[in-house]
């Protein structure tokens, strides 16, 4: 249970009773940086989630897992990173010890990290309806470092480009660096980009007029996650003037 009680999955999700939840969506993955209920995600996942509060009616909330069971709980509160990073925290009702320590530490290529979190692809439903969300992890490496405006479809990310690209329902997840008694959480995972570079392509004309062409195409896939350096000091409306920083 190490691995899921300090994670989160922030869903939609309708109440059919008032006693029941029923999860409508998976959006993404959250983490605990506290005790006390605050988490991490990415901004664009909290933005998606509350999208289908205002369309389809539904609530905005996570999902918590630990050994007394899993619980679907309402966001109370959350806030936008100030600088325009793909960042976001909030607070809910479920509370955990958590692993994830945030750092301000700024990587360098080479650095090893990983990232867990709950994919949409391995969704499984049971016989008796009951939704399953196992964890996928992934490590590797730091092979380039992003600063504002490297990226043309994220102009304000900062942050790292990473040797594995993270599955659909990781954005949210936290980048880290393993040590034995904790998790040093220097960015967030914020989605995973490809790209394809033609290398040789032949065009013959055969007697008959026909055209063959033949391509080597070389494909790139690799993740982005924002760095936590510029955000350690900022204190969310909803903390009371607490800076991030003394959860570490």
């Known amino acids: 249970m190490y691995l899921q009680s300090d994670l989160l999955r922030i869903v939609s999700f309708t109440k ?22 605050l988490f991490m995600t990415a901004a664009h996942v909290l933005k998606t989630a509350l999208s289908r509060v205002e369309n389809y009616g539904q609530f905005c909330g996570v999902v918590g897992t630990s050994s007394e069971g899993t619980f679907v709980t309402d966001i109370l509160s959350y806030e936008y990173a100030p600088n325009g990073q793909d960042i976001a925290v909030g607070i809910s009702n479920y509370t955990h010890k958590t692993h994830y320590r945030i750092s301000d530490a700024e990587c360098d290529v080479w650095q090893r990290v990983a990232t867990c979190g709950f994919p ?11 939704i399953t969300t196992p964890l996928r992890a992934y490590k590797g490496i730091i092979q380039r470092n992003i600063r504002e405006g490297h990226l043309a479809l994220m102009p304000r990310s900062k942050g790292y480009e990473l040797s594995f690209s993270p599955s659909p329902g990781l954005s949210g997840a936290p980048l880290f ?72």
Do not use: M
């Open 16 to 37: 059919p009773r008032a006693d029941y939840a029923k999860v409508e969506k998976l959006i993404g993955t959250a983490f605990l940086i506290s005790q006390s209920g």
């Open 120 to 130: 949409e692809d391995a969704i499984s439903i049971d016989g008796e309806n009951k």
């Open 177 to 248: 660096i393993y040590h034995k008694d904790h998790n040093e959480v220097v960015g967030v995972c914020v989605g995973s980009f490809k790209s394809e570079q033609v290398e040789d392509e032949i065009t013959e004309v055969n007697e008959s007029g026909e055209t063959y062409t033949e391509k080597r195409v070389r494909i790139t896939q690799y993740g982005i996650a924002e760095s936590l350096t510029e955000l350690c000091d900022w204190t969310p409306s909803f903390l009371g003037g607490t800076r991030l920083s003394d959860f570490r």
